[in-house]
């Protein structure tokens, strides 16, 4: 089944410490996103990429950084992590057609991640 | 600026009841989607519908179904027989054709089904 797959799904890190996320996808979707969820809120949007076009939130953090090496795979860099970095990181896809009704997004299962 | 707001935090049913779940919206452009999420304790958001601003024709999925009215900025989801595995936060979600890819959430129901 295609799909969006986040690796690993529960991280651990040290204060400070780099540490990467990935997502890849089988769906050949030209959009992915990075969402950053804290406990009982909304996904926030943290950048996504519109084919290799990359498009920052204008209030995330210096700290995340990402690269998308091709359409399949997407990483998310968080170079410094603090404690306030704790939370749900989920990855989306979406493809962008000349009919904009199809432009929901699918999501990978997240990745969980803790800082120590 | 686009908005969304659900306004029930949390509900709690038993089993078997029908339970809808409130959004309203709030945005300036013309043409705008709106979606639902599930996202139950696994973590994973999983897309269960889009309704176009142009139709507002409602739908039925099973169990479920959905109430789209532009006139009162609602687009509400009704869950009939409800059942333990409904039990999950139920996000909805507005895309305007302003905002190209963003996705303006609102802040979640957190849904429980007693048995």
């Known amino acids: 089944d295609a799909m969006v797959i986040q690796n690993p799904r529960y991280q651990v890190t040290q204060f400070g410490k780099p540490v990467t996320l990935s997502c890849s996808q089988t769906?050949?979707?030209?959009?992915m996103y990075w969402y950053q969820q804290k406990s009982s809120q909304a996904p926030k949007l943290l950048f996504h990429y519109y084919d290799k076009d990359f498009n920052n939130e204008a209030d995330t953090p210096d700290n995340f950084q990402s690269r998308r090496p091709n359409t399949s795979f997407c990483f998310l860099d968080i170079r410094s992590p603090g404690l306030g970095d704790a939370a749900m990181y989920l990855c989306?896809?979406?493809?962008?057609?000349?009919?904009?009704?199809?432009?929901?997004?699918?999501f990978g299962p997240g990745t969980r991640l803790t800082v120590l | 600026a686009q908005k969304v707001t659900q306004a029930q935090t949390e509900i709690s049913v038993v089993e078997k009841e029908d339970v809808t779940l409130d959004c309203v919206y709030e945005t300036r452009d013309t043409t705008y989607y709106l979606f639902w999420y599930k996202q139950p304790p696994s973590g994973e958001l999983v897309f269960l519908i889009r309704?176009?601003?142009?139709?507002?024709q409602n739908e039925i999925s099973g169990r479920y179904s959905w109430n789209f009215q532009k006139s009162t900025s609602s687009f509400n989801f009704t869950i009939t027989a409800s059942q333990v595995v409904d039990s999950a936060v139920y996000f909805c979600a507005l895309r305007g054709e302003t905002s190209g890819s963003r996705l303006t959430f609102g802040e979640g129901t957190q849904l429980t089904v007693n048995p």
């Open positions: 769906l050949n979707h030209n959009v």
């Open positions: 989306a896809t979406s493809r962008t057609t000349g009919d904009p009704t199809y432009n929901e997004q699918f």
């Open positions: 309704r176009n601003s142009f139709d507002e």
